[in-house]
């Protein structure tokens, strides 16, 4: 079973995956930084169009990439919702790939 889990790189997706048995699945990572030892899409979260190939193929979706700055700066609006959002670029991406 291939999984994807968003936001690998970070601190809960670093304890998803020592969680998750490399016998019984093959991992993949959509992170902004790279993660040692999985195949690798490095996008930002907010990205459809960076982040929609790394959907393909995939069996499950972990999503744990998120926004955690407290109070992000006001000159540094974000251009779609944030990433937790149930209409995240994230879900969009899964779900057009997964028809």
């Known amino acids: 079973?291939?999984?994807?889990?968003?936001?690998?790189?970070?601190?809960?997706?670093?304890?998803?995956?020592?969680?998750?048995?490399p016998a019984r699945y093959e991992l993949r990572s959509l992170s902004r930084r790279e993660v040692p030892g999985v195949v690798n899409h490095r996008a930002d979260i907010a990205d459809?169009?960076?982040?929609?190939?790394?959907?393909?193929?995939?069996?499950?979706?972990?999503?744990?990439?998120?926004?955690?700055?407290?109070?992000?700066?006001?000159?540094?609006?974000?251009p779609t919702a944030p990433a937790s959002h149930a209409s995240s670029p994230c879900g969009a991406a899964s779900a057009t790939s997964s028809g």
């Open 48 to 78: 459809l169009e960076a982040i929609a190939p790394a959907f393909t193929g995939v069996d499950a979706v972990v999503h744990l990439a998120a926004d955690v700055r407290l109070n992000p700066p006001f000159e540094e609006p974000r």
């Open 1 to 21: 079973m291939i999984v994807l889990v968003t936001g690998m790189s970070g601190l809960i997706g670093t304890a998803m995956r020592r969680e998750l048995d």
